[in-house]
């Protein structure tokens, strides 16, 4: 498995969630605990993600701006996530915020494996895409493991 496997891997788990989300529309017991799970999720990946792929990109000329703008999106997602958990989850609001921010989680995935994917790879050694794999697996479930037990 290389990094980018293990990547996508993660992000078909965000898709899936949100997918389910968006699916419930109302707000329920069971929304609620998808939404959880999501925030989890996401926190998990965006910080695995930032050690043990972002940060080894930002070495090289090529890819600063793009591990600049990832990181700045998940900062973005990470404050969709806080407004949302202010919401009334009942309010039609709540629903409207969620997917929003499924439609922000979408375009950032994608930017990902289209944009800064293909770039990364030029620049990554095989034996480093491979080394990164193992940490950023490690490291996600470290986070997630902290992230449910908070
Ligand atoms: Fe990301
Ligand atoms: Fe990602």
């Not at 965000?14 to 989300?21: G, M």
């Not at 609620?32 to 090289?60: G, M, Q």
């Not at 990470?78 to 439609?103: N, S, Y």
Request: charged share 35%; glycine share 0%; hydrophobic share 40%.
């Amino acid at each position: 498995m290389n990094i980018f496997q293990a990547l996508i891997v993660d992000h078909e788990k965000q898709r899936e969630l949100c997918a389910r989300l968006l699916d419930a529309k109302q707000a329920s017991d069971e929304s609620l605990r998808l939404f959880d799970d999501l925030k989890s999720e996401l926190a998990a990946h965006e910080t695995a993600e930032e050690r043990f792929f972002y940060v080894p990109l930002f070495e090289h000329d090529s890819t600063v701006d793009a591990s600049r703008h990832a990181i700045a999106e998940h900062h973005e997602m990470d404050e969709m996530v806080e407004e949302i958990e202010k919401l009334d989850a009942h309010a039609l609001e709540w629903a409207r915020a969620v997917q929003k921010l499924c439609d922000k989680v979408e375009h950032h995935l994608k930017e990902e494996e289209e944009k800064f994917f293909p770039q990364a790879g030029e620049v990554l050694t095989e034996e480093q895409k491979v080394a990164l794999a193992a940490d950023y697996t490690a490291e996600h479930a470290a986070m997630l493991a902290k992230e449910t037990e908070a």
